[in-house]
């Protein structure tokens, strides 16, 4: 039996940059609370910021591109849509369209898990500081529910807040010079679990020494790190061209996950931190398997 697809909530934004506002976070949840799919129509010209990108892809929600001559295609992948009374549907025997492979290396965007244990100080946004300050040369500027960011950065005034929230969980939007993103936290066994996605700045303007010296920082703090580059996005923005997807340029698993486990004989990596508490910094692309390859190998054996 084939299970009928829900109707969406539409949020139309017809604005060069689409950001995550308040109305559409709020759009985002009363979707999901209703059983519908969030689908954010926008013109084809327009581009949606990296913490709208990442809010869709949590709640299931989905880009709409509608172009000059009034046709619809799904934003990211490029396929053709059709309006069916409810929502936006594939067109029949549509495919996705080719990526354009000449956008150039975009952007790093790098993504965080780490779990606080119960009973100790709850020191979040110390992880995005580090991020920003060591990908940038600056502090993060700012921090907020949704976007603009309006509150002054101050990682005491980020914790006060998840703390004052929980158990619920928290979604704030972070920013810093030429960088932007989310973090998540959240109430889990054995403590608080702080993820965070970041994207920028341009891949070109940070050098390999740059995400050595993040991995060695962070190899006490975090359960995971992966580091990639993305093309399709640029000032901290996703157009709807589609493009290739990220290349991964280097994972680092922490140790809890490590312990006394063999890394993979043909990965290329580097222990980080105090003996019997060791991280592992793999990094990818040596040559001998395409990145992607090389990181699968890798999360099977984490």
């Known amino acids: 039996m084939v299970e009928p697809l829900r109707e969406a909530l539409v949020f139309e934004q017809f604005r060069t940059v689409v950001p995550a506002s308040p109305r559409l976070i709020d759009a985002a949840w009363a979707a999901v609370e209703s059983g519908r799919t969030l689908q954010v129509v926008t013109a084809d010209d327009s581009g949606i910021t990296y913490p709208l990108e990442k809010l869709l892809s949590e709640v299931g929600g989905e880009w709409v591109v509608r172009d000059g001559r009034?046709?619809?295609?799904?934003?990211?992948s490029g396929i053709p849509l059709t309006w069916n009374g409810g929502r936006f549907v594939r067109e029949p025997g549509a495919s996705p369209s080719p990526p354009d492979a000449?956008?150039?290396s975009g952007e790093v965007e790098v993504r965080i898990t780490a779990l606080h244990p119960a009973?100790?100080?709850?020191r979040l946004g110390?992880?995005?500081?580090?991020v920003v300050s060591v990908l940038t040369g600056a502090e993060p500027t700012g921090w907020g529910v949704a976007e603009p960011a309006t509150e002054p950065w101050s990682a005491a005034e980020v914790a006060a807040f998840c703390r004052d929230h929980a158990p619920e969980p928290s979604g704030l939007v972070v920013v810093g010079p030429g960088i932007t993103g989310r973090l998540r936290v959240s109430t889990v066994d054995g403590g608080v679990l702080e993820e965070i996605e970041l994207a920028g700045p341009a891949a070109g303007t940070v050098r390999q020494e740059a995400i050595e010296t993040l991995a060695t920082a962070l190899a006490p703090l975090v359960r995971q790190m992966l580091v990639t580059t993305h093309p399709g996005r640029r000032g901290g923005l996703r157009s709807s061209t589609p493009t290739l997807p990220a290349v991964p340029y280097g994972l680092l698993v922490g140790h809890e996950t490590v312990g006394a486990k063999e890394p993979p004989p043909a990965a290329e990596v580097k222990m980080?931190?105090?003996?019997g508490r060791e991280a592992a910094w793999f990094r990818l692309g040596s040559g001998r398997r395409s990145p992607s390859e090389e990181l699968d190998e890798i999360l099977r054996w984490s």
């Open 102 to 104: 000449t956008v150039g």
């Open 119 to 122: 009973g100790q100080p709850l």
């Open 126 to 130: 110390e992880i995005v500081q580090a």
């Open 70 to 76: 009034g046709r619809h295609r799904e934003g990211l």
């Open 272 to 275: 980080l931190g105090m003996p």
